[in-house]
């Protein structure tokens, strides 16, 4: 990579920081179910969460909701790195594996593409090695800015 390519990167990497760090302050739901921001880059994040006793369902395994939940967030994350507010369009899982109590779960999100208003992500949830569920979020942007722009921040399209 160039220097100026790094340096894009490097810019655009620190406007996801910031904008994630802006919908963190009003993410009341992630942070009450214990989830932790990992990483963030543009167009990606890995949000963490532990599973506890209160988050178990009828079958003693984590909660297919909470579960999604986590990987919402990561898709939330991701999809509003860029400093476009979005939302998502529409959500699907599958759930590989269960998880129980004690599991540390992982959902790293991935930005597959971007076009007009729209976007494709990707979110794997692990736990160590094994998957856990795979999820796929399509988002919509609405307009507006989570963040102020630097003169440094970089806008890699869509």
């Not at 942070?31 to 543009?42: F, K, N, P, T």
């Not at 506890?52 to 967030?73: E, K, P, V």
């Not at 990561?74 to 790195?81: D, E, L, Y």
């Not at 630097?150 to 890699?156: Q, R």
Request: one cysteine or more.
């Amino acid at each position: 990579m160039t220097d100026s390519a790094n340096d894009e990167t490097a810019a655009a990497d620190e406007l996801a920081r910031r904008c994630v760090e802006a919908m963190w302050v009003d993410d009341v739901a992630s942070r009450a179910l214990g989830m932790e921001i990992e990483q963030v880059s543009s167009g990606c994040s890995t949000v963490s969460m532990s599973v506890r006793a209160d988050m178990t369902n009828g079958h003693g395994t984590a909660h297919g909701g909470l579960i999604f939940a986590l990987a919402d967030s990561a898709f939330a994350f991701a999809c509003n790195s860029h400093n476009e507010r979005a939302v998502a369009q529409s959500c699907d899982i599958v759930f590989a594996a269960p998880a129980s109590t004690g599991d540390r779960l992982v959902a790293t999100a991935v930005e597959r593409h971007r076009f007009g208003r729209n976007g494709i992500y990707d979110v794997r949830i692990t736990c160590e090695d094994k998957v856990i569920a795979e999820f796929r979020g399509r988002s919509r942007t609405l307009g507006g800015d989570l963040v102020a722009a630097g003169a440094d921040d970089v806008d890699n399209g869509g």
